[in-house]
């Protein structure tokens, strides 16, 4: 399945497939960025498959790495799907978690209903 570029609640996503290439480091967020090259994408919807165990271990530095690369570009980022191991190894991470969905540039959400709700609610 490819990733697919949506219109969801007025806003332009990057709905990227949970099989495609993980996003592991900076230069794979990179990667992600240039197959964007010209289009008008706001969003960037991450299925945590796509993201290696790295990404949850804030103190490897991945989660930042990535997220500040892409949001460099002018991309928001979401996170989709079932973190609540991580999250339950790590009490950095859930705060990391709780203050990124306080605000509008990064999001962890458990579903596309959650992604949705937050979408409507921000448009």
């Known amino acids: 399945m490819p990733d697919v570029v949506q219109t969801r609640h007025g806003a332009t996503v990057l709905m990227c497939a949970p099989d495609g290439p993980p996003i592991a480091d900076e230069q794979s967020a990179v990667d992600l960025i240039g197959t964007l090259w010209g289009q008008d994408v706001q969003w960037l919807v991450l299925p945590v498959a796509r993201l290696t165990e790295d990404f949850f271990r804030l103190r490897t530095r991945v989660a930042g790495a990535v997220v500040q690369k892409l ?30 969905n306080n605000g509008r540039q990064l999001w962890f959400v458990a579903d596309e209903a959650e992604l949705d709700a937050r979408l409507s609610a921000a448009a």
């Not at 949001?71 to 859930?94: C, H, K, M, N, P």
Request: no cysteine.
């Open 71 to 100: 949001q460099q570009y002018g991309f928001r980022v979401v996170v989709v799907g079932d973190i609540s191991g991580f999250v339950a190894e790590s009490t950095a991470l859930r705060d990391f978690v709780r203050e990124s």
